[in-house]
Every structure is written in C-alpha cells, then in structure tokens.
C-alpha cells in the first residue's frame, strides 16, 4: 500500500494510530470522526495514499463512495438517522484540514442543529449557465 510517513490518516490504516473503525474492504477503511459533527459521523478513506479529490484514482474514489453509500444506508437502522450528507473537502479553500482523501458520512436527524457554512441560495441563472458552458467544454 502506498503511505505517507506524516499523514495522520495512513497511520491510522496501518493500525499505528487508534480508531473506531466501522467497516472496512480491500480498497477501504471506515471510522470514527474524532470531531463529530453530528452523532455517529464517520470518515471513509481509501487505504492507498491519495492527497485529495485531485489525485486519487478512480478506483479508489469508486470504492470511497461504494463504501460510504453502504454505511449512509445503514445509518437510519442503527442511528436512527433521519437523512445523510456525504461531503469532500478538497484544498483548504474548501475546508480540506487533512490532506488524505476522505469522505465524510454524517448522519443527520429531524432539528438536529448542524448547519454547514454554506447556505443555498438562488443564483443567477446566466452565470450558472455559463459556468456550466465552461465546465462542458
């Protein structure tokens, strides 16, 4: 498996640091969020090196989100979660703070007071359009 000696995530896939884990594969390793944000929010990361959406393969990102699809459906029998967020930060822009790919699964429930930074709103339909020309192209 590709490491880092530094990264705090590798260390916990190599068992040198300790975790909850709650489920595990041959690509991946889920576990406990030390900070959660809310009751039972887990952390999947793959068990090869990838610094960030950026650089991870699509296997490994394929198998990330398997795995955290598989635990977001077990969320609602074992937590009694009301609904899931699935989030990636990728970059400190986005709040990435530890630089291993994850995937965050947070279960949510009905008035629970987790709100996230960013608020939706409407925007405006032309650069939204024009965005996604650009995205396209």
Known sequence: MAQQPDCLFCKIVAGEIPAIVVAEDERTIAFMDINPATRGHALVVPRDHARDLFDIGAEDLAACFAAAQRLAQSM?????????NILNSCKPAAWQTV???????????????LRLPWIPTPGDGDEIAAAGNELRS
């Open 76 to 84: 609602p029998a074992k937590l009694g979660a009301d609904g899931v």
């Open 99 to 113: 630089f291993h790919f994850h995937v965050h699964v947070i279960p949510r429930y009905d008035g629970d007071p």
